[in-house]
């Protein structure tokens, strides 16, 4: 079974830009969450989707949003990028959310100049 | 969120067992202990996961304290492979009884680093 994948790898974007990040969970996983990970904050939980409703979120601006599709794919959209966004973005899968191993994709690294 | 308490850095012997500490003191009774680690230049990996007793897995043994205040990751024989930072985990949500599934989130501390000596 293929694990969670993410795309684009690796991203230079630009203060004031906004970008789009792709997530295709486990087949049959229903339920994505996203984090950022830097190294000051570390690991920071960023919000839930599950049968593409968002179920939880995380302490973030509104800037950070993000949608599921009906196949469980997700995406994470950051609009007008600060230097501060710099960070790996990571996606991970779980089957229903709840008690469940979350399965982690290998991030995207988002470089903001 | 009930937090953890994790020892910043360890080292281990190659071949030898580690014990990885944590301590949760506000942990709710309804809370699951997670350990996830991750290797470098990779997203984070489930290793082991419990709620009261001891679990044991082909990765990793996880010792809960009788009062549920504290665990311990057990790596049996660590291997280079093994140097990672690992994250101990409380799960926080809340399961809604209609639909059957609650919300899920992961609040990760700053976690250990183990360093695996050859």
């Known amino acids: 079974k293929a694990g969670v994948t993410q795309t684009p790898r690796y991203l230079i974007k630009t203060r004031g830009q906004q970008v789009t990040l792709s997530c295709s969970p486990i087949s049959g996983h229903r339920s994505v969450s996203w984090y950022q990970q830097t190294p000051g904050q570390g690991l920071q939980f960023l919000f839930e989707y599950f049968s593409e409703t968002q179920r939880n979120k995380g302490n973030f601006p509104g800037r950070f949003s993000g949608r599921q599709f009906s196949n469980s794919r997700s995406e994470m959209n950051v609009s007008t990028l600060e230097l501060g966004d710099s960070a790996l973005y990571l996606c991970a899968s779980s089957l229903r959310g709840v008690e469940e191993t979350q399965y982690f994709g290998p991030g995207t690294r988002l470089l903001v100049l | 969120d009930a937090k953890t308490t994790q020892p910043n850095s360890m080292e281990s012997n190659e071949e030898e067992p580690v014990h990885l500490p944590c301590n949760h003191s506000t942990i709710s009774g309804t809370d699951y202990i997670h350990w996830y680690r991750q290797l470098p230049s990779q997203g984070p990996e489930y290793v082991i996961h ?69």
């Open chain 2, 50 to 118: 419990g709620l009261t007793s001891n679990v044991n897995n082909r990765m990793a043994s996880l010792a809960i304290a009788e009062d549920r205040k504290s665990s311990t990751l057990i790596l049996h024989r660590a291997t280079l492979r093994d140097a990672a930072v690992y994250y101990c985990i409380l799960r926080g949500g809340v399961t809604t009884l209609f639909s059957g599934a609650g919300s899920y989130q992961l609040t990760f501390g700053k976690g250990t680093k183990l360093s695996v000596i050859p």
